[in-house]
């Protein structure tokens, strides 16, 4: 009778699993799971970032869907919103494999960051981007872009010009 093994779930359900989102519907997109995750109430960034240190040590997909994870939960936590954990509350609950990830994501946007600086792309103020209220609209916009530290934002948009003009993507 014990001879059928269940599979694990894939990498996207075992993150939302982890976050104590349903999976019976199927996938949702990584930016809802990061900005769920990354809600101060919600207790949940530790387990996810258990199962991204699992996700970088495989084959397959494994590896592409944590570094996406990781990319929306540091964009989340970088607008110093009150009501999400900061980056360096993360900190401490990441594992070798995710603070390697981590560094990788952060490499690609400081790259993101000196090509627009060298190429004069305007990096605007990022208060309204910080003020969306509309809930729906924030698990789009939060995930997709970075605060820095002088309040100036780094958006989608500027990504794909960094990645037109250079070539090269994340991962």
């Known amino acids: 009778m014990g001879l059928f093994k269940r599979r694990p779930l ?9 976050a104590g989102l349903p999976t019976a519907g199927g996938e949702i997109k990584m930016p809802a799971i990061a900005m769920e995750v990354a809600r101060r109430d919600g207790n949940r960034a530790a387990a996810c970032l258990r199962v991204v ?3 970088l040590a495989e084959q397959g997909d494994g590896p592409h869907t944590a570094l996406k994870f ?11 919103v009150p ?8 900190l401490p609950l990441r594992g070798p494999l995710t603070v390697a990830g981590w560094a990788q994501v952060e ?4 790259a993101v960051i000196v090509w627009c600086e060298q190429n004069d792309v305007d990096l605007h103020k990022s208060a ?15 995930p997709s872009g970075r605060t820095l530290a002088d ?12 990645e037109k003009a250079v070539g090269a993507t994340m991962m």
């Open 10 to 18: 894939p990498p996207v359900l075992r993150l939302m699993a982890a």
């Open 53 to 55: 240190e699992d996700l």
């Open 70 to 80: 990781l990319e929306a939960l540091q964009n989340t936590t970088s607008h110093g």
């Open 83 to 90: 009501e999400l954990l900061t980056a360096e509350e993360l």
């Open 107 to 110: 490499r690609f946007w400081n």
């Open 128 to 142: 309204p981007f910080r003020t969306v209220e509309n809930q729906r609209l924030r698990s789009i916009v939060w």
């Open 151 to 162: 309040g100036r934002v780094v958006t989608i948009a500027q990504v794909v010009l960094y």
